[in-house]
């Protein structure tokens, strides 16, 4: 009898200590190559990235918004896919980074390679992104965006327009200029 409340006291606390810690957990930040996060300024990232030959580029207008871009071309990963990667900033904090693959990379290959990581795609909703759409294209137009991931501290696009170029865009969903 004593092992038994022993045991139904062991497993109240351990389910009492799970439930206490889910309830208080907070999303888990996002954190790219070399420990780079949202919120980070450009001269941090571009420390971390350790990246050789970046392309600044300071208040750049894209629709309504001032942004600060930081641009590295032609990286390769280890898996062998080469990409250009942007930085975007708005008040010199890191709201998006841009990856724009080289052309002839399939679209499954990279989706094969975020789905596993990050959670299961959906199609894609522009509500979901507002004022993002400005760092996922140029002038914000989403009509070859396919699909999107959505957390609660992370949103993905993906995108592949009609020549084949596939991007992929990771929003911070807390930055202030989604939502204006």
């Known amino acids: 009898m004593k ?8 497993l109240a606390m351990i389910l009492t200590l799970a439930m206490t810690a889910a309830l208080a957990e907070e999303p888990a930040e996002v954190t790219f190559h070399n420990g780079i ?3 980070m300024n450009l ?11 970046p392309d600044v580029e300071n208040h750049k207008l894209r629709g309504p918004f001032d942004f600060s871009e930081l641009e590295y071309e032609k990286i390769a990963d280890d898996t062998g896919l080469t990409a250009d990667l942007k930085y975007f900033f708005v008040d010199d904090a890191l709201v998006a980074f841009h990856v724009d693959f080289a052309d002839g990379t399939p679209y499954e290959t990279v989706r094969a390679q975020l789905i596993p990581a990050y959670g299961e795609a959906v199609p894609f909703d522009a509500a979901k992104v507002g004022n993002g759409r400005f760092v996922i294209d140029d002038d914000g137009d989403l009509e070859d965006c396919r699909e999107m991931v959505v957390t609660d501290n992370l949103i993905i ?4 327009d009609h020549e084949g ?3 992929v865009t990771f929003l911070d969903p807390a930055a ?5």
């Open 3 to 10: 092992k038994l409340i022993a045991s139904l006291l062991t």
């Open 165 to 167: 170029d596939v991007d």
């Open 176 to 180: 202030a200029f989604l939502s204006k």
């Open 157 to 160: 696009v993906l995108e592949q």
């Open 37 to 39: 996060a949202f919120g």
């Open 43 to 53: 001269n941090e990232v571009m420390e971390k990235s350790s990246l050789p030959n």
